[in-house]
């Protein structure tokens, strides 16, 4: 695929298309080891070998991350008032990211960031019921009963009861401890289930969807590319 060097750096995230214009013909880029300083230079995207500031630069048309959001940042690509989980990746932005999903402001954990719709679309469709698992912090002493109530289908004052959800409860006390698992993605839907049984999610964080797990080592902010297996899992 023959493209504009400019326009090539510019999609990969390297900055918009005037800053990578001034950065071409200050002489930053380079085409298989040769300087090039021609912004509208054509060079095939499949086969040459792209620096920009000697970082080498892979086209791929679709990129995946594993963010662990933290609370206090919106899922979302803008926003006029909040950070957004964009706007903890640092260094090249690739055009077309956005959150596959949502995560409240104060939920954090597992989040995918992705330029890839057909995927997101795939995952969180109504219809494909992918497990999301949620570790919580719930005010007041979680019984059985609640797990009971999570496993028959809860009224949150939607059209229809939720679908049996999983509730295991580690630790049980004026704060208990609990993993919930949901196969639906509802508006605020772990909060609503607690809700409706009388209980408050002081904090929650979604550590898997379906077989992909949040990597441990990433502390809050900090996020990963996923790997070729991982993206698979997803697919
Ligand atoms: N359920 C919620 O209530 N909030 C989230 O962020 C995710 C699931």
Same mark, same amino acid.
């Given at each position: $695929?023959?493209?504009?060097?400019? *326009? ?8 918009? %298309? ?21 912004? &509208?230079?054509?060079? !095939?995207?499949? #086969?040459? %070998?792209?620096?920009? @500031? ?33 706007? #903890?990746? !640092? ?24 330029? !890839? ?5 795939? $995952? ?8 999301? /698992? ?10 059985? &009963? @609640? +797990? ?13 009861? =939720? ?9 049980? !006390?004026?704060?208990?401890? /609990? $993993? ?24 929650? *964080?979604? =550590? ?10 990433? +502390? ?9 297996? &991982? ?5």
């Amino acid at each position: $695929m023959m493209v504009r060097l400019d *326009k090539y750096l510019a999609d990969l995230g390297a900055g918009t %298309r005037s800053e990578v214009k001034n950065g071409i013909r200050k002489g930053r880029a380079a085409v298989d080891g040769r300087i090039v300083k021609r912004p &509208e230079e054509k060079i !095939d995207a499949d #086969l040459c %070998r792209v620096t920009y @500031d000697g970082i080498p630069i892979a086209y791929r048309k679709w990129v995946y991350y594993m963010m662990n959001k933290p609370a206090g940042v919106v899922s979302a690509v803008k926003d006029h008032k909040e950070r957004t989980v964009l706007d #903890l990746l !640092d260094g090249w932005k690739r055009k077309g990211l956005f959150p596959a999903g949502r995560l409240d402001k104060d939920t954090e954990g597992l989040l995918i960031i992705t330029n !890839d719709g057909d995927l997101a679309h795939r $995952m969180l469709s109504p219809g494909k019921h992918v497990d999301k /698992v949620y570790y919580a912090h719930i005010l007041g002493n979680v019984s059985a &009963e @609640d +797990a009971a109530a999570f496993a028959a289908g809860i009224d949150i004052g939607d059209d229809k009861p =939720t679908l049996p959800a999983k509730l295991e409860i580690l630790s049980a !006390d004026e704060v208990s401890e /609990v $993993m919930v698992t949901i196969h639906e993605g509802r508006y605020h839907q772990v909060k609503r289930m607690f809700l409706a049984l009388g209980k408050q999610v002081i904090y929650l *964080k979604r =550590t898997a969807m379906g077989s992909l797990l949040l990597d441990q080592t990433l +502390a809050p902010g900090e996020y990963r590319e996923l790997t070729k297996e &991982e993206i698979k899992q997803l697919c």
